[in-house]
């Protein structure tokens, strides 16, 4: 029988990834390598060929989930097994205690992005934007090509986009606030890039400013999940819970499922009861991804767990 995974006493070690780039080529290979092993979990590949699916020599797939994640190929796949997602999950209704006592700047949260937000008035969210202008920019990041939006008071939506893709991704995120104005300008969203997906910059002085616009029920589930740290996980049930709705399970999932701040306000971070991978509105293997990669943040070397 497998040892199941304690997370309990690990601390968070420093590491360096790829940014930028290096970081959204590196992801090209990533990604093709996680949709082979998700493809049938019950018959894994060798390194070889995984390597060799990739077009790449074995010591080079090794480079790139080294230089990605700070973590092996075996390292990596350790960390998005369902066995790692149930410790994620271990103290999944403690953790949003604790995180709304610390608050999202305490000690506890040295590790993640320093983040400060602001709720729209929900008339701007009646009005479908009317009024707000946007400025938005495509970007290199470690999970593909990312589009950000921002406006005067900080960022308001960041999606993804896999190869081709850029123009749905735009439409997708322009469709939920039609009404406003909309204007290309990398220079605006370039710093919030840079700074985004580098951890070097996380924890810098001043923190991120973003934006949530929706529905109150809605920046409520959003503003939970701001709460919810890097390396650990919490489930649709316990935020309804946390929110004193416990049979709105459903509905939390949809507002997770609306969340336009992806990443940085960490839907991602949302499991089923079960530790299954629950939908993603940007896919599951970007899902996997994200997962894998901020384990090789947080957690030590996974095979002395």
């Given at each position: ?11 968070p070690k420093p590491v360096r990834v790829s940014t930028g780039r290096e970081a959204e080529k590196d992801y090209a290979i990533v990604r093709q390598t996680l949709e ?270």
């Open positions: 029988m497998t040892k199941p995974f304690d997370l309990s006493s690990v601390t082979r092993i998700t493809k049938d979990w019950r018959e894994q590949p060798t390194l070889k060929q995984l390597a060799a699916e990739a077009g790449v020599q074995p010591i080079q797939l090794q480079r790139v989930f080294s230089r990605w994640a700070g973590l092996t190929p075996k390292q990596f796949l350790q960390a998005i097994t369902l066995d790692y997602a149930k410790a994620l999950l271990r103290d999944s209704a403690s953790i949003l205690d604790t995180s709304y006592e610390v608050g999202l700047s305490g000690s506890g949260r040295l590790h993640d992005l320093f983040i400060a937000h602001e709720a729209m008035t929900p008339g701007a969210y009646r009005t479908r934007g009317a009024g707000l202008e946007m400025a938005y920019g495509f970007h290199p990041s470690p999970f593909g090509t990312v589009l950000l939006l921002v406006t005067d008071h900080g960022l308001a939506g960041l999606a993804f986009a896999d190869p081709g893709e850029e123009e749905s991704a735009l439409n997708d995120m322009t469709m939920r606030w039609p009404s406003a104005q909309y204007s290309e300008n990398t220079s605006l969203t370039a710093p919030y890039a840079e700074r985004i997906f580098d951890p070097a910059k996380w924890q810098q002085e001043t923190p991120l400013n973003i934006v949530l616009i929706g529905t109150d029920f809605e920046i409520r589930v959003w503003q939970t999940l701001l709460r919810i740290p890097i390396g650990q996980a919490s489930t649709y049930s316990d935020i309804a819970m946390k929110l004193g709705k416990p049979s709105a399970s459903r509905a939390v999932g949809t507002a997770v499922g609306k969340n336009p701040i992806s990443f940085v306000v960490p839907c991602h971070r949302v499991l089923g009861k079960t530790g299954k991978l629950c939908g993603y509105h940007w896919g599951l293997t970007r899902k996997r991804a994200i997962l894998g990669w901020e384990s090789g943040l947080t957690q030590p070397v996974l095979e002395a767990v």
